[in-house]
């Protein structure tokens, strides 16, 4: 039987071919021969079991050629057939077949959960969770995780308690929640040192180097994947290097070195194709096109993502396609079609949407609650067994319990309060931060207009006036009057389109600073009014942060469009002062006062849109007139 193992073993690793070297045939070979040799039938599924999931990886049709095998050493045994069909649903997994995969975990599911092999059903849910992770079903990929490691720690299957733990900071990293991410991958590495097991260890590893890298800790990503790449050489792992080129191609990427980032990047994408992993492949080249054009080789990233977009639509994972539109709308953003970037922007949008929304963020922040509350469950149990075991101290075991439910109960309904308490913050950081975004995104639009509108159509305008004027001096008669005539309309529609230039972004703003821009802004606005206006200032002549300095001149320019329109005033007091840690902003005229209607319309929650974004506060007095009292914090 083992001759003929082995001449299987060897057939196998021929077809492999270059993908698994000598040193594989050599772990293989001992390994097995010192696991087996009681029964023959019981080595023989082993065996064959064990190349199926060595296979799984490097080559999915030698992947089936051991499955065909194991399946017919199976012998009826209900465990067996259990795990075999979990086997090949991995296998149609590695297929991209992912309606096909979750038809055999949910058979490996129901025989498993028959003979009620705990470690066995946490394996199957834990694989169930990856299909659902790699479609971007997010939200049932977490519940399947949290499920699969309780399971698998109440049984003390650290290996697949690890590997959930890892799926789960994957979700996570995907969802832009990195601290999160990082802590239970943290906590996952931990706890995997109870029992080691290199390759969980390695994924492990490389999972945290990757939260690293996303968030600009490119030392501490580096470190992980030196760490990762030893365990690789020490276990020969393709897939291993394939992946920490691919990462190191991150790293490099953050730190503009785009040259090393390609060559990083296509060494792994070659890897990732000569063992027929495309969805490693696809985010190869991917990141490529991010880098071309990164550096404006806008051709060959344009070539590069449309490559990885179709690889990803035939794979139906969303979550990369996602990923894919929007580096093709920051490509085209870069080229300059803004026509093609909007219609990427909406199709990432539209993926985002479909993936993440706050339903799924609160349901996925319920799981955990949930999960930790399992855990905390247990222990009451375990202290419970413990108090029926010790009769002779019944009466005060049992008085002690009771307390100890109340104090769980109480820590439980503190821990509650706490978990509601954070949720509600991080949903007000989220609405914070998506308005500022909103607001950032449209002050950049302005900034863009405005350089447009002076660099392109102003300077045009002015050119054709001054050719116009030089053409006038050179034609007699009625010509000449109609010549200057157009050349008039050329000068109102050039100063029109300088007005509205710097309406969008003025340039004293961005060049000079606060005090000189305001002064700008009011000796326009008043130019052709009877309003007078007087304008102060004093400790403000240093410059702020920007998002300061934009938020209050569009929060004063609102203010002044408010007293010309609305005001009927005669008078204008503006000023802008800096006391201790507060730049404060006092804008009074002696028109007719607030109306009711007036303090809920739009102009004045656009005002406090603009200043909770920089953390400001407006107050309103309506006495003879109104008084704008803004406060913003600065350093």
């Not at 051991?66 to 050493?73: P, W």
């Not at 439980?412 to 991080?426: D, E, S, T, V």
């Not at 007699?476 to 109102?492: L, T």
């Amino acid at each position: 039987m083992w001759k003929l193992r082995k001449r299987l073993l060897e057939s196998t690793l021929k077809t492999i071919g270059k993908t698994i070297g000598a040193s594989l045939l050599l772990v293989v070979y001992f390994g097995s021969h010192l696991s087996f040799g009681q029964s023959h039938e019981v080595d023989s599924a082993a065996f064959y079991r064990e190349m199926a999931v060595q296979t799984s990886y490097n080559n999915t049709d030698s992947m089936r050629l051991m499955l065909a095998a194991y399946k017919r050493h199976l012998n009826q045994d209900p465990k067996k057939e259990s795990d075999y069909l979990s086997i090949l649903g991995i296998y149609y997994q590695q297929k991209s077949q992912y309606d096909s995969s979750l038809y055999y975990q949910d058979r490996a599911y129901e025989l498993a959960s028959q003979i009620q092999d705990s470690v066995l059903l946490a394996q199957i849910i834990q694989r169930k969770g990856n299909v659902h992770k790699y479609l971007g079903n997010y939200e049932l990929a977490m519940e399947l995780f949290f499920q699969a490691m309780s399971i698998a720690k109440a049984q003390n299957d650290t290996k697949t308690a690890a590997t959930a733990g890892m799926a789960i900071g994957q979700v996570y990293g995907y969802m832009q929640e990195y601290d999160k991410a990082r802590d239970i991958i943290s906590e996952s590495l931990e706890y995997v040192q109870q029992d080691p097991d290199d390759r969980v260890l390695w994924s492990l590893l490389i999972e945290r180097g990757n939260i690293n890298t996303m968030t600009g800790m490119l030392d501490a990503a580096e470190q992980d994947y030196s760490q990762a790449k030893v365990i690789a050489e020490k276990l020969n792992l393709m897939e291993g290097r394939m992946l920490i080129y691919s990462n190191l191609g991150a790293v490099y990427f953050f730190r503009n070195e785009m040259d090393k980032a390609i060559e990083s990047y296509q060494r792994g994408a070659l890897l990732a194709d000569s063992v027929g992993d495309k969805i490693s492949y696809g985010i190869a080249e991917m990141n490529t096109g991010e880098a071309y054009y990164t550096i404006e080789e806008f051709e060959k990233a344009e070539e590069k993502l449309l490559q990885s977009l179709e690889l990803f639509s035939e794979l139906k994972s969303k979550n990369f396609i996602k990923d894919n539109y929007y580096y093709l709308y920051e490509m085209e953003s870069r080229r300059g079609d803004d026509k093609k970037a909007l219609k990427y922007y909406q199709l990432h949008a539209a993926y985002k949407d479909s993936i993440i929304n706050e339903s799924n963020l609160n349901k996925i922040a319920e799981l955990q609650t949930q999960y930790k509350t399992v855990e905390n469950e247990k222990l009451l149990a375990e202290n419970q067994l413990e108090i029926q075991e010790k009769e002779a101290q019944i009466f005060y075991l049992y008085a002690g319990f009771a307390l100890f439910i109340i104090l769980a109960f109480a820590v439980y309904y503190r821990y509650k309060a706490n978990q509601r308490h954070k949720m509600q913050l991080a949903i007000a950081q989220e609405r914070e931060q998506g308005l500022q975004n909103v607001v950032m995104a449209t002050e950049s639009e302005r900034n863009r207009i405005s350089k447009d509108l002076h660099d392109g159509v102003g300077q045009q305008l002015s050119a054709l006036k001054l050719a116009l004027a030089d053409l006038s001096n050179k034609v007699e008669g009625e010509a000449r009057s109609e010549v200057e005539s157009i050349a008039s309309h050329f000068k109102q529609s050039a100063d029109e389109v300088r007005s509205i230039s710097h309406q969008m972004m003025p340039r004293a703003l961005m060049e000079n600073g606060l005090v000189e821009a305001i002064e700008d802004m009011l000796q326009q606005a008043f130019a052709f009014s009877s309003i007078s206006y007087q304008f102060e200032h004093k400790n403000v002549n240093q410059r702020f942060d920007e998002h300061i300095e934009i938020g209050l001149y569009r929060v004063l320019q609102e203010l002044i469009n408010n007293i010309i329109k609305h005001s009927q005033a005669s008078n204008v007091q503006v000023q802008l002062y800096k006391v201790e840690q507060q730049l404060m902003l006092l804008v009074e005229d002696d028109g007719k006062g607030l109306e009711n209607k007036a303090t809920k319309g739009y102009g004045l929650k656009n005002i406090e849109s603009r200043l909770s974004i920089i953390h400001g506060k407006v107050n309103f007095e309506s006495a003879g007139g109104t008084t704008a009292i803004i406060s913003v914090p600065v350093k």
